[in-house]
């Protein structure tokens, strides 16, 4: 089954950019649908960003819309969420998660493979 491991987050100011990437292993991601979701401290689990197993399709939660752009490279099996304009209301814990989908999109949190979490902290 396939593992998943975030990198690229840490601490930037109100109005940066920081690009989070997903690093898959254990097997190829091209039959995964793949998203990015975030968990602020003493909060739920939120949606951020999904994109379908071919790419063509991409979905945002309101928080991220305008904002944030998820994609994929399945040649380097791994996903990416560019983030800009960065608020101290994004800092959160960002996890990436992939679930098996020949075709088509996942918005809900009923993803069966979840990462570890990268720490995103935006200062004012």
């Known amino acids: 089954q396939v593992q998943l491991v975030e990198s690229g987050g840490g601490l930037v100011q109100t109005g940066d950019s920081l690009r989070l990437s997903c690093l898959a292993s254990?097997?190829?991601?091209?039959?995964?649908?793949l998203g990015w979701f975030r968990q602020a401290p003493g909060k739920g689990r939120k949606f951020v960003a999904a994109?379908?197993?071919?790419?063509?399709?991409?979905s945002y939660g309101d928080s991220a819309k305008g904002r944030f752009t998820i994609s994929r490279d399945n040649a380097k099996n791994t996903l990416y969420l560019q983030m800009t304009s960065l608020k101290p209301e994004d800092t959160a814990v960002y996890y990436c998660a992939a679930h098996p989908l020949l075709d088509g999109i996942v918005t809900s949190d009923h993803y069966k493979h979840w990462g570890q979490g990268t720490q995103v902290t935006v200062g004012s």
């Open positions: 254990g097997e190829s991601i091209r039959t995964y649908a």
């Open positions: 994109i379908s197993t071919i790419g063509g399709t991409r």
